[in-house]
């Protein structure tokens, strides 16, 4: 009589604690990648909120500087600090910095940090996302909120003013000077113009209407920077 060889369910029956062990092992990878990823883009929209919370603080300043920069040209007093983006209020744009960081999904830690008075004029905002990362396979993931860092800088497009042109026909040895006639050299009434030069190209501000053709982007410009001031 012939025995039967029962070898192959034996071998079935050790093999199918291994599948189920590797068959773990590989959901528990997978879940771990999901907890990473969904950790990474928490980060990126902490990120994303700190660089909008930081341009928005920069630009207001910008916008100060201009308003500050075009009323000083129209009152005829001096506005060279303005130009160069001293004379802004850096803790008043500060106040920018949060709402856009809700919009972003985050809030600001603190407030928005400055350069102190350095030039150029920089607003370092360090951000919290307002969503943790959530449960996950990784312990600890539940309560942890994304940070991020960022800084903008707002510096200068411009400089000036530029020289005035000189008379072409000088006057009379003794004599007085010649009168400027309408529309040549500095207008017959009002204050004179201001030239400047922003990126290589001429401003002109007129003190009787200053704000209308000059916009902030053009006499300064707003960039995210690396690294904290």
Known sequence: MTGRWTGGGRDRGQAFPIYLTAVAAFLFLALAFFAVGRA?????GAQ????????????TYRDQLRTGLLTAVGAGGPWADWLAGRLGDPEAACGSAEPYAQ???????????????????????????AAAVGKSVVP????????ATARAVVEPRCWGPL???????????????????????????????????????????EPDRPGAPVKAATLFTVRLADGAA
């Open 40 to 44: 990474g883009a928490t980060k990126n």
């Open 48 to 59: 994303t909120a700190a660089d909008a919370a930081a341009l928005a603080a920069a630009q």
């Open 103 to 129: 919009a972003n999904g985050a809030h600001v830690q603190g407030r928005c940090a400055t350069s102190g008075g350095l030039l150029p004029v920089s607003f370092t905002v360090t951000v919290e996302s």
């Open 140 to 147: 600890g993931t539940e309560d942890r909120h994304a940070t």
């Open 163 to 205: 020289p005035a042109p000189a008379s072409q026909t000088p006057p009379p040895s003794g004599g007085p000077a010649p009168s400027a006639s309408p529309g040549a050299g500095a207008p017959a009434q009002g204050k004179p113009a201001v030239e400047i030069v922003c990126d290589g190209e001429t401003v002109r501000i």
